[in-house]
């Protein structure tokens, strides 16, 4: 079985631009969570679709959103890009949501300048 | 909504000694907590979970305690090796069970 994949893996952006990355998920797996990963802030949530429909929303700013296809592939849009989004933007997929295992992709390092 | 507190950030031990990963939850609703090993450069892995229907969980080297009551489970790492060096993250799900809410993470350094 193929893994989760993510792309691009890199980003360079400034300041006021805006991004969309996208996942993969594994064969099977109908929901993608997406995570922003920053050093002494671990993995923060940001939102979880299922069946293409957004069933939860981190306490992250509206700049931030997504959405999910009927093949189960997400992509995460941020727009207005400030410094502070330069990080690590991880997805999770799995079969059912939070209690089952979650399959990590590779990862976006995503850097604003 | 859930929040998971995790202790120590970070943790140095001498191979061959035990570790232990403290996290705490918010939810007594919470029934699932599972533990996430993150090696330097790579992806986050599940290593071990538990069910709040039981108390511990043992997978070789690694165990999981659960204490209902006080709302903390422990990590447990017995006989360390270089090779456990990574960021170990516990978790809980939210109450809508849709959100894995991560503990901020613990640095375990194992040196020989």
């Known amino acids: 079985k193929a893994g989760v994949t993510q792309t691009p893996r890199y980003l360079i952006k400034t300041r006021g631009q805006q991004v969309t990355l996208s996942c993969s998920p594994i064969?099977?797996?109908?929901?993608v969570s997406w995570y922003q990963q920053t050093p002494g802030q671990g993995l923060q949530f940001l939102f979880e679709?299922?069946?293409?429909?957004?069933?939860n929303k981190g306490n992250f700013p509206g700049r931030f959103s997504g959405r999910q296809f009927s093949n189960s592939r997400s992509e995460m849009n941020v727009s207005t890009l400030e410094l502070g989004d330069s990080a690590l933007y991880l997805c999770?997929?799995?079969?059912?949501?939070?209690?089952?295992?979650?399959?990590f992709g590779p990862g976006t390092r995503l850097t604003v300048l | 909504g859930e929040n998971v507190e995790q202790h120590p950030s970070t943790l140095s031990v001498q191979e061959g000694d035990s570790a232990v990963i403290k996290c705490t939850y918010s939810d007594s609703a919470s029934n699932y907590f599972p533990w996430y090993k993150q090696e330097l450069g790579k992806r986050p892995q599940l290593i071990i979970d538990?069910?709040?229907?039981?108390g511990e969980k043992k997978d070789q080297r690694i165990a999981v305690t659960l204490n209902k009551t006080a709302k903390h489970f422990s990590l447990h790492i017995t006989e360390t090796q270089p090779e456990d060096s990574a960021v170990y993250f516990c978790?809980?799900?939210?109450?809508?069970?849709?959100?894995?809410?991560f503990g901020k993470g613990t640095t375990l350094s194992v040196s020989s």
């Open positions: 538990i069910r709040s229907n039981v």
């Open positions: 679709y299922f069946s293409e429909t957004q069933r």
């Open positions: 064969s099977g797996h109908r929901s």
């Open positions: 999770a997929t799995s079969q059912g949501g939070a209690y089952n295992e979650q399959f």
């Open positions: 978790a809980a799900p939210d109450q809508a069970g849709t959100a894995l809410i």
